[in-house]
T-cell receptor, first 113, second 113 residues
Framework: NAGVTQTPKFQVLKTGQSMTLQCAQD?????MSWYRQDPGMGLRLIHY???????DQGEVPNGYNVSRSTTEDFPLRLLSAAPSQTSVYFC????????????FGQGTRLTVV | AQSVTQPDIHITVSEGASLELRCNYS??????LFWYVQSPGQGLQLLLK??????LVQGIKGFEAEFKRSQSSFNLRKPSVHWSDAAEYFC???????????FGSGTRLLVRP
């Protein structure tokens, strides 16, 4: 049982480049979300999805796109990377919403230079 | 708007000593409250949660937390800390929907041998 798998674990981008952070879960969870973690700020919600084909914005969505074509996958796209997007990104999934136990991936450490 | 405050950025305790991590929240109604732990290089893991009922909640790894409505607090405690408890601890409250968690900025626990 892999749980929540994020790839890559580390990435360095140049300003203006685009990339996709991958997230997959094998628990048949309806709810998936992306958070970014910055020092002294805890985790902040970027985007979330309550099921295949349904996504919505979180607290800090600017500069990021998401889609949910399958239950298992929830990729996060950076359209034009900026240094302010340097952060650690976490994907989480739960059966129904964050008031049920959320399972987190190990994170992707992204540096934009 | 909901918010969570963890006033201690770092806490150092000796192995075998007791531990209390503070968490204060701002929420209009009865909150759903959570404590998550993040070990180095890992994602977050749920320690315990409070929805309603008994205000003393037991979690995994010997942790407990007490909900005090009058103080808007949800402090995490452990009677005897082990070296493996060294990690970062996040308090969280359900946001304006069950799909959002509002995280505190975290408390890093260091354990002295």
């Amino acid at each position: 049982n892999a749980g929540v798998t994020q790839t890559p674990k580390f990435q360095v981008l140049k300003t203006g480049q685009s990339m996709t952070l991958q997230c997959a879960q094998d628990m048949n969870h309806e709810y998936m979300s992306w958070y970014r973690q910055d020092p002294g700020m805890g985790l902040r919600l970027i985007h979330y999805s309550v099921g295949a084909g349904i996504t919505d914005q979180g607290e800090v969505p600017n500069g990021y796109n998401v889609s949910r074509s399958t239950t298992e996958d929830f990729p996060l796209r950076l359209l034009s990377a900026a240094p302010s997007q340097t952060s650690v990104y976490f994907c989480a999934s739960s059966y129904k919403g964050m008031n049920t136990e959320a399972f987190f991936g190990q994170g992707t450490r992204l540096t934009v230079v | 708007a909901q918010s969570v405050t963890q006033p201690d950025i770092h806490i150092t305790v000796s192995e075998g000593a007791s531990l209390e991590l503070r968490c204060n929240y701002s929420y209009g109604a009865t909150p759903y409250l959570f404590w998550y732990v993040q070990s180095p290089g890992q994602g977050l893991q749920l320690l315990l949660k409070y929805f309603s009922g008994d205000t003393l909640v037991q979690g995994i790894k010997g942790f407990e937390a007490e909900f005090k409505r009058s103080q808007s607090s949800f402090n995490l405690r452990k009677p005897s800390v082990h070296w493996s408890d060294a990690a970062e601890y996040f308090c969280a409250v359900e946001g304006d929907s069950s799909y959002k968690l509002i995280f505190g900025s975290g408390t890093r626990l260091l354990v002295r041998p």
